[in-house]
């Protein structure tokens, strides 16, 4: 495994934070409402980028690559709504498999979130230039 490409380096994160990061329980915690599931992406940036880490204010795009072309990350007047919808889909779908004690949703659920936080890039990773 190439060692460069694994941030290692420790950093301090607040207890309230950890506690999100931690567990089943803290992970449904965090779909209950917007503040905890913002907290929770934020924590998880933090720990990606080993800095402090906040959702983004202003709009992004890629860098334009050889053709001069760009993507344009969704709007930050869009942004909370499309977060909010994101975490009650997978709160939902969670719940379902919770209650039936059923797993048929799990793959669905996290091709859905991967795609909903790609799109919606909700945190500054210091590459992006503002638009």
Do not use: W, Y
């Amino acid at each position: 495994m190439d060692h460069d490409l694994v941030n290692t380096k420790k950093i301090n994160i607040q207890p309230e934070r950890l506690a999100i990061l931690s567990g089943r329980r803290g992970f449904r915690q965090a779909l209950e409402n917007d503040d905890d599931f913002n907290l929770l992406l934020t924590s998880i940036g933090t720990n990606i980028l080993c800095k402090e880490t906040a959702s983004r204010t202003t709009n992004i795009s890629t860098v334009p690559g050889r053709d001069e072309t760009s993507t344009v990350f969704l709007d930050i007047e869009t942004l909370p709504a499309a977060l909010r919808k994101l975490r009650k889909h997978i709160n939902i779908n969670i719940n379902i498999n919770i209650n039936i004690n059923i797993q048929r949703n799990e793959l669905f659920t996290a091709i859905v979130a991967n795609v909903m936080l790609t799109h919606c890039h909700p945190l500054p990773d210091g590459e992006s230039p503002q638009v």
